[in-house]
């Protein structure tokens, strides 16, 4: 049975996207719209995109391949690149396979983007925009036992890189293990069990997740900054310390709730990345997705950038106190799987 109300959730939803609404209009963002149907979805090596078929009914397009979008990023960078300025979006996203106690095959996302801003800009933003929701929702009545929607308001929100939360929570100084090797033997020296992970990012993610983690945001709101450029993604590295990307997720109480980045506008460089991610797909067995080449030649004309994407349906989590994605939904996956 759920924990609150689902009409209490639906209300809570409807006062946190006007909520979200209001602050960024004041900040002048821009609300958009992107196509939830793409030709080709994010590469991240261990995202599954849902296909569609595309059969078209005239001669006017070709039989191919279509997915349902993991992230509206490339679409909303394209928008960057053509001087759309400050923007934001509200959007269901879809991941298959994704089904757990904090995980629903299709989400809500907000996603936003200021331009001419690096990451300390865009957790500036996040900030206030998740103040304003924490403050809308106090006002807004009680959710389940043990909500707490004064959690967003408490500021400023804690800033710490990963390696100083590793090293806090482990002892462990990935600087000093920079290699695959010598962080396995630091790792299960703390009693972690890596199995057979060789890589520096498969040791590092074993210790993360058994030891980091679940610490991380538990009297405030925790910006996590500065990952291993290993893990940048599609972040720039860190101007003066090329070990680092610009990269930043936040956590509340132990659960991830958005990631970002000051944004790679290197489009050669991008291509590289998207190779290798194409290429570690294969590895692991998983469908490989075509290069979306108007996002490329876009990313080469994108200016300095910022932006970040945040999982609503767990902050409407938080807000009302619920321990399982379905509470705040009125259609959880559990109806169809």
């Not at 602050?23 to 149907?37: K, N, S």
């Not at 269901?92 to 996302?109: A, C, D, I, Y």
Request: overall charge negative.
């Amino acid at each position: 049975m759920p924990n609150v109300n689902p009409w209490r959730a639906a209300r809570g939803r409807q006062g946190l996207y006007s909520a979200l609404r209001q602050f960024f209009a004041g900040q002048g963002y821009l609300e958009v719209e992107t196509p939830l149907l793409v030709p080709t979805p994010g590469m991240e090596p261990y995202i599954t995109a849902f296909e569609a078929p595309f059969v078209p009914e005239t001669d006017l397009g070709k039989a191919r391949t279509l997915y349902l979008h993991t992230s509206p990023e490339y679409a909303m960078k394209r928008l960057l690149a053509e001087g759309a300025g400050p923007l934001f979006q509200i959007c269901k996203v879809f991941r298959n396979g994704e089904v757990s106690q904090t995980h629903n095959p299709e989400f809500s996302l907000l996603e936003f983007y200021r331009p001419h801003a690096d990451y300390h800009a865009i957790m500036d933003d996040l900030e206030g925009a998740l103040v304003a929701a924490g403050a809308a929702a106090a006002t807004a009545g009680e959710g389940a036992p043990g909500a707490d929607p004064s959690f967003f308001t408490r500021t400023p929100y804690e800033r710490v890189t990963v390696r100083d939360a590793v090293l806090r929570a482990t002892g462990v100084d990935i600087r000093k293990h920079a290699d695959g090797p010598s962080l396995k033997r630091a790792v299960e020296a703390t009693g972690v069990r890596t199995g057979d992970a060789e890589s520096f990012d498969d040791v590092f993610f074993h210790l993360f997740l058994q030891k980091v983690e679940t610490g991380l945001g538990h009297e405030r709101p925790t910006f996590l900054i500065e990952y291993p450029a290993s893990m940048a993604a599609l972040s720039r590295l860190k101007p003066g310390d090329a070990a680092v990307a610009e990269r930043v997720e936040l956590y509340a109480k132990g659960l991830e709730l958005a990631n970002g980045f000051s944004e790679l506008t290197d489009a050669v460089e991008q291509r590289a990345r998207l190779l290798e991610e194409q290429d570690l797909r294969r590895r692991l067995g998983r469908s490989v997705y075509p290069l979306d080449e108007r996002f490329l030649e876009a990313v080469g004309r994108m200016p300095p950038a910022a932006g970040i994407a945040v999982g609503l349906d767990r902050i409407l989590m938080l807000l009302l106190g619920v321990q399982r994605i379905e509470d705040v939904l009125l259609f959880p996956a559990h109806g169809f799987v």
